[in-house]
Structure formats: C-alpha cells, structure tokens
C-alpha cells in the first residue's frame, strides 16, 4: 500500500512541478469576506451527492457559508490530480485519503495550508479541546516538519466505549484462545495454566479420540488443537505468551515490539523466539498442533470447529467459531512457559489519518471554513455523518439520552433497504473523529463489540503485565519510507517463511540460527529498520509533549 501511495504522491508531485503557475511562488489568496467555497472530495458509490445532505445544509447554516459540493465515487484520484497538476485548486479537498508524504509534499510547496495557526479554542474549540485530551491524536497528525496539513480522522473502539476508566482498543489482543470444557470435565482434567499443562491436555484429547467419544464424529476425527498460521485473530501467535512474547500480525511491522523503556526491538531473532519454534515443534510433530495449520482458511477453520472436531483453537470470539457447541468451551488462559515466563503483547489500535480534510492556498478566508469543520467534532455530529440523521438512523434515545441505531427489521420495513444500505446512501466522507467515549455518551455501540470489549477488559487485560505497544499513528519522513519499502516485506517474509519450517521440521540449529540472524542483519535491513522504527517512536513521543 505504501508503494502505491508513494507511486500516486509521485505522479501528483510532478505534475504539479510541470504545470505552468504552480508552486509556493504563488502566495495563499486572503478573502476575510468569502462566505461560499469550492470543495472537491470523495463519496460512497450510494450517496446521492452532499448538496441535499441535511445534516451538512445545517452546519453551514451555522456558520453563514454556502458550499458547493463537487464529490464523486470513481474516477476520485484522477480529477484530484489534474486540479493540482493544472493549479486550479478548490479551496479545499475533502474525502480523498492523502497520505502523510502527500500531505508533506503538497504542504511544502504551498498547495496545502498549515493548519496549525487556527486549531485554537477560538476557531475550532471542539477540535481544541479532543487534541489537549488526546494528544496522540495531535501526535498523529503532525508532520516531521511540526506542520499540520490535514485534519484527523479516525473511528476508535475501546473499553472508554463500554464505561471503562481506561482506553483500550478492541484490537489490543487480537486472539482470544478457547479450550473444550466439556471435554475435560468428561476426562477429569482442569483448565490448563501452563504450556506442559496444555500439552499433557491435548494428548489426552488426542488419545480419548474426543470429538469421536463425546460428539459422535467420526472414529479419529479429533484435532486437539487447531488454529492459522500468523494469523490476524486466528493464528498460533497467543500461545508464544510463553516465552516472553506475543508476535501478532501487526500493522506497523510484524515482529516488532516496544518495550517499557521506549526501546523498539524484533523479536524475531531473540534466544526466546528460537526456543518458542523449537519448543512447538515438538507439538507439530505429536500430532497435537493441524498438521494443515499452514494452509487452511479460516473458513476451513470454522468448519472443523463448528463440527466439533477442534478442542482448542482462537478466534475473536466463542459463539461464532463454535457454533453450536459454543456453551461447552470457556476462555483458555494466557499461559504460562516451560521457565516461569509468561508475557502478552498488547497491539495498538486503528490508525488516525489527516489526509481526509486539507485546505489549499486558493482560500481567502480558511478561519471560517475550518469553523464549519470544527462542528464535525462534535460526538452527536460526527455520528449522523458516520451512519445518518436522526430520525433516519438513529430512531430514540435510552435513558440516559444515548441514541439507538435502526434495526435491520426497522430499515427494510420503513426504506426497503437494510441499514447497512442507508448508512452507506447518508454517510458523508471526511475528516470524522468518532472517539471511543462517544459510544457511551451519544450512540450505542454494537452489541457484540460491547461484549468482546467486556471479555477484553474484564479476563484478558488483568494478564497483561507491560501494556506498552508500538503505536499505528508514528509519522515517517519520506527517507524513512524508502527504507521501509526497501526492506519491510523481503524482512516478514524471511522471517515468517523460516518461522513455519522450524516449526513443521524442527530446529533451528547453532549453524541455522547464526545464519539465520546474519541474514537479518547483512541483507534484510534489520539494524536498518529499527532505526527508521525508533527514531519515528521518538518524534512521536516528542509531540506528544
């Protein structure tokens, strides 16, 4: 992704030099009387435009102004390059998902303002107050030239959602491991706490042929443990907890870890890594681990679950991995390896973009309009440009003043369409920040994300010693990018492909690993990465001050 992004930004950057009038030569036009604006952006291929949109009819009418809206589904990357190639700029683009070395690149040659000037509580006090609150969030969005180019945009989901005192995504832990509780207590066997625990469990599951005795599956249909490999919230990675670490499917970059010093590290070439491989192999080869693991869908996954032929396996959640048989399995918990170590990874969350809102140079009067946008960063706002209007979407309030969204039943039997489909014919593409407490104070969050988000705080979490975590939202330089696209994916695939061979055959030897880990460094960019990784952390940080 990065790759085409940079390709697009590229294109963009040289047009934008050939065209004739272009760059900072041209200074930004001051209109303080401009009441009406031009606005290119992006919308859903439903949305039958936002001229008639009453929610955005209203905001303007707040603030006095008059937009004409020039949005469209395809086709969007394309008209947007030949505005700023041909330097016939809209006052501002909304909706298009400008990359952070867009946003720097078309900030430093004048196309794009800093908006830095009018984020103040007289202007934008709504986004003011959310950045002083949050200041990851201003973190995020602030380039490594300490300019803000564009206005954030994300969709949080954590705990604060659900009335927690602290903040964690829905993502934090990404793979909840389950074990059949029915199957133990039908052999006299406690929840295991330790890896040898699980081990002498799952051969006993193995053994008794389970999902044969207890389900009546077919004679030697029993996988004791079952799970993808590196997969996102269905992959083996919970059980590395053991040794020290939890090697998630990550964003930023697979392997990597922060520990609580700050110091960014791949675990992928640490001594408890190696033991982690050599110790699972041992189970891969007993026959207690898929033996089709490496190959299967999660669809195959589910399956073979749903069967009842699976006695341990990870997933989101219980109820839909298991189907039926949901009510005989409980959560296993994190545990604990063959030398006392025991130690989760907590992942970020999703990321906050600022490409979603920039203002160009051929505005006169940016104070005004970024007062219409302030308004989007109001949580009873952002949320009926997120799904619909009231009255639409969103049909009543609890009583506590929370608003409920339409029910699938509700949808087709007063729109003949389901929800899904009027969230998508209202939404409104743009610079919307929905923060996670806004789940809790202005409209109700899915009922199954709340109950994920209560097994999350309540069971998982209090296992998790070091909830340090490599935050999604580091901004990188456009040399940094370089790196990362010259080394990242050659770096994870080495790294995964030598992962599940040691696993499948065993290993690694003395000469395997040492050759293995001078690979990492001398021609996959290990040292390389870290740096570029480390270095964005610590601006990161630094902003965060």
């Not at 610079?431 to 009922?447: A, R, T």
């Amino acid at each position: 992704m990065k790759k085409t992004l940079k390709s697009f930004a590229a294109v963009l950057m040289a047009l934008t030099l050939a065209a004739c009038g272009g760059g900072s030569s041209s200074a930004p036009a001051k209109d303080e009387n401009q009441k009406e604006f031009e606005i290119i952006g992006g919308q859903s291929a439903l949305s039958p435009g936002y001229t008639d949109n009453e929610v955005l009819n209203k905001l303007q009418e707040n603030v006095g102004i008059k937009i004409n809206w020039n949005t469209m589904s395809d086709s969007l990357s394309e008209q947007v390059n030949i505005h700023i190639a041909g330097n016939e700029l809209p006052d501002a683009f909304q909706g298009v998902g400008f990359s952070n070395y867009d946003l720097t690149r078309h900030g430093e040659d004048g196309t794009f303002i800093d908006l830095t000037p009018y984020i103040n509580a007289d202007v934008m006090p709504n986004l003011t107050a959310i950045l002083d609150a949050h200041p990851e969030i201003r973190a995020a969005i602030t380039m490594d030239n300490g300019a803000i180019y564009g206005l954030p945009s994300a969709e949080q989901m954590g705990t604060a959602g659900i009335g927690k005192p602290e903040d964690y995504s829905i993502f934090a832990v990404p793979q909840f491991s389950m074990i059949n509780k029915a199957w133990l207590d039908e052999l006299g066997l406690e929840i295991p706490t330790t890896l040898d625990e699980l081990h002498d469990v799952l051969k006993a599951f193995k053994d008794n042929d389970m999902s044969h005795t207890y389900y009546g599956n077919d004679a030697g249909s029993t996988i004791p443990m079952s799970t993808g490999y590196d997969q996102w919230c269905w992959g083996q990675n919970i059980f590395y907890a053991g040794f020290g670490f939890t090697n998630w499917i990550n964003d930023v970059c697979d392997d990597l870890v922060l520990d609580k010093t700050g110091k960014v590290n791949f675990v992928s070439d640490d001594d408890n890594y190696r033991a982690a491989v050599t110790y699972f192999h041992d189970w891969y080869a007993e026959g207690l681990m898929d033996l089709e693991m490496f190959s299967q869908k999660d669809s195959q996954l589910i399956s073979k679950c749903q069967q009842g032929k699976v006695g341990v396996s990870t997933w989101w959640y219980i109820e839909e991995l298991m189907g039926d048989h949901y009510k005989d399995y409980v959560f296993l918990p994190v545990l604990t390896g063959p030398d006392g170590t025991k130690n989760v990874t907590v992942r970020t969350g999703g990321g906050t973009s600022s490409g979603q809102l920039s203002i160009t140079k051929a505005c006169g009067n940016p104070e005004l309009l970024l007062k219409f946008y302030d308004q989007w960063y109001d949580g009873e706002t952002v949320m009926q440009l997120q799904y619909g209007p009231i009255g639409v979407f969103f049909t009543g309030q609890d009583e506590n003043g929370v608003w409920n969204s339409i029910t699938e039943e509700e949808a087709k039997a007063k729109f003949g369409k389901g929800a899904g489909e009027i969230k998508s014919t209202y939404e409104v593409h743009g610079p919307k920040l929905i923060l996670s407490e806004y789940y809790s104070k202005n409209f109700h969050m899915e009922d199954r994300a709340v109950e994920r988000l209560e097994d999350l705080y309540n069971y998982w979490l209090p296992q998790v010693d070091d909830k340090s975590t490599y935050p999604i939202d580091c901004v990188f330089t456009q040399e940094e990018l370089d790196t990362i696209d010259m080394y990242k994916t050659d770096f994870q695939n080495y790294v995964a492909e030598n992962e599940g061979l040691w696993i499948k055959n065993g290993g690694p030897t003395d000469e395997e690993w040492q050759a293995y880990k001078d690979n990492l460094v001398n021609s996959l960019g290990m040292n390389e990465l870290l740096k570029v990784y480390q270095e964005a952390y610590d601006r990161y940080k630094a902003n965060l001050k």
